[in-house]
């Protein structure tokens, strides 16, 4: 340890325990933020929002992005329809009973190519969550979103507030959004 350093650690003492002294829970001195802190609660559902055990987001590779072509134009940039990304992910979680429920949600946008129209294009998102290999719970859902010929990219949120597994996986279990093109009825 350097000098400068040895001749700060009383004061930095002094200043712990003082701190220590002038608040009603001495333990607060040992985790700062924590003292009359209470777990956040969901305004609509009355239930506690837990973000300790809330299992991140994640995207596998080659599901961040969705580009559909013109009939037997894969590949060709003159036959592009649309391309939609993914920007970003978040998530919400609560407890109901021994349920862990998540909302999801993601966000991105858009684009156009040469062969759009003006009108609804259908995005394929599904939402997995993990526990190791044993799926706890997917599904994959078409999300709409209003594209104009010729017009600006459209942002677009896409919300699944349904995700749902027990408690005791929370702590290892993955979640992961992205596009799917199919088929709908599989897991």
């Known amino acids: 340890m350097s000098q400068s350093l040895l001749r700060f650690a009383p004061v930095l003492i002094s200043a712990a325990l003082i701190a220590g002294c002038t608040s009603a829970d001495p333990r607060s001195v040992l985790s700062p933020g924590r003292g009359n802190q209470q777990a956040a609660i969901d305004a609509e559902t009355g239930s506690a929002v837990v973000q300790g055990a809330c299992p991140a987001v994640l995207l596998r590779e080659g599901t961040a992005y969705y580009t559909t072509y013109a009939k037997g134009g894969d590949g060709d940039p003159a036959k592009l329809i649309h391309q939609a990304s ?38 394929p998102l599904r939402v997995v969550a993990l526990d190791g290999e044993t799926v706890l719970y997917s599904e994959l859902q078409k999300h709409p979103v209003m594209i104009t010929e010729g017009g600006p990219a459209e942002q677009f949120i896409y919300t699944n507030a349904s995700v749902t597994f027990p408690v005791s996986a929370s702590r290892s279990a993955k979640l992961y959004a992205g596009f799917d093109p199919g088929p709908y009825n599989t897991p």
Do not use: W
């Open 86 to 123: 993914i920007t970003d992910t978040t998530r919400q979680c609560r407890i109901s009973g021994d349920q862990m429920i998540v909302t999801v949600v993601v966000t991105g946008r858009v684009v156009g190519g040469p062969q759009a129209k003006s009108g609804q294009v259908n995005l």
